[in-house]
């Protein structure tokens, strides 16, 4: 069962703290007629793996084990203990965590757009997982733009709103264009572009566009 990462089914310690308000307040159904939309912080639903709209609730995706698991999520990450030996109350990631934090686990690490395994947004080079993301992000959006015949998508009052390409509301979208917009605007709106959960957030990006257009991310690293 997909839904809000609670302490039940997510353990997250002290980061458990930081989830009660940075989720995406409910997992909608694909047919959900308001087009709610995902919430400006939902990281929690992509750390847990639960985030995203799926034609079924029985479809799982890899998660990114190393990155879940750790035992105050959050905070291990956004509040390290420094070298004074305390945690810094600037939750922002600053560029010397990459050697505080992403160092511990993976070797060298200078940044957090640490190499992904595979060429995932398929446009012949294995990048930094942020650029990979980041490319993911822009073929989904312009596969979004295209499906509404030039027209646009925003949130706005927790919905998604639609307009055609002269600006007049679309009052009606299909539920695989609410599906692609609802997980483009989840991975966008959590901000670290693909670093929470790295298996996740690209499989959702590319189960979204097979969806909505029928095909494979073309030349993508194609999960099994
Ligand atoms: C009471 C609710 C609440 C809690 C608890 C909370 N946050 Fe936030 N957080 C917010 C809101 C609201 C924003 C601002 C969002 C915006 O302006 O878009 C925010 C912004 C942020 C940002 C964005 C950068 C910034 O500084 O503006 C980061 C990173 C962040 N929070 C991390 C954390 C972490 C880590 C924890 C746990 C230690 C945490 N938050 C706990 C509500 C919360
Ligand atoms: C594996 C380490 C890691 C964990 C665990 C982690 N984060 Fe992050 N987070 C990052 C990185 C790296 C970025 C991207 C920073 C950048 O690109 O500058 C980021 C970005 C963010 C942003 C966007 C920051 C902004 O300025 O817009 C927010 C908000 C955030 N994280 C909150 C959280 C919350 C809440 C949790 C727990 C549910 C969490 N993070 C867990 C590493 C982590
Ligand atoms: C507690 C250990 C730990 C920390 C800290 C950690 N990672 Fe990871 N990370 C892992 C593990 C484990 C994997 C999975 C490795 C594998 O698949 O062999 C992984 C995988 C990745 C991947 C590969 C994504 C892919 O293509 O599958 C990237 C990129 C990554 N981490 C970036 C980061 C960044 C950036 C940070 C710091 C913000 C960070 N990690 C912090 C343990 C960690
Ligand atoms: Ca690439
Ligand atoms: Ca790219």
Known sequence: MLNIPIKENYEAGLGAVCSSCHHGNNVPDITNARRAYPHYGPQADVISGFGGIRTSSDLQFYNTYGHISMENSCVDCHMPVNKSGFRPHSFTMQPEYAELVC????????????EAKADYDGDGKVEGIQDEVSGLLDILEKAII????????????????????NGNPISSVPDKLYLASYNY?????????????PLFAVQLLQYSYKELTGREVPNAYKFQ
């Open 103 to 114: 160092a511990s686990c993976h070797q060298d690490a200078t940044d957090f757009n640490l």
């Open 146 to 165: 295209e499906e509404l015949d030039g027209g646009s998508f925003e949130p706005s009052k927790g919905v998604i709103n639609y307009y055609d390409k």
């Open 185 to 197: 605007l989840l991975i966008q709106n959590d901000g670290s572009k693909g670093v929470h959960n």
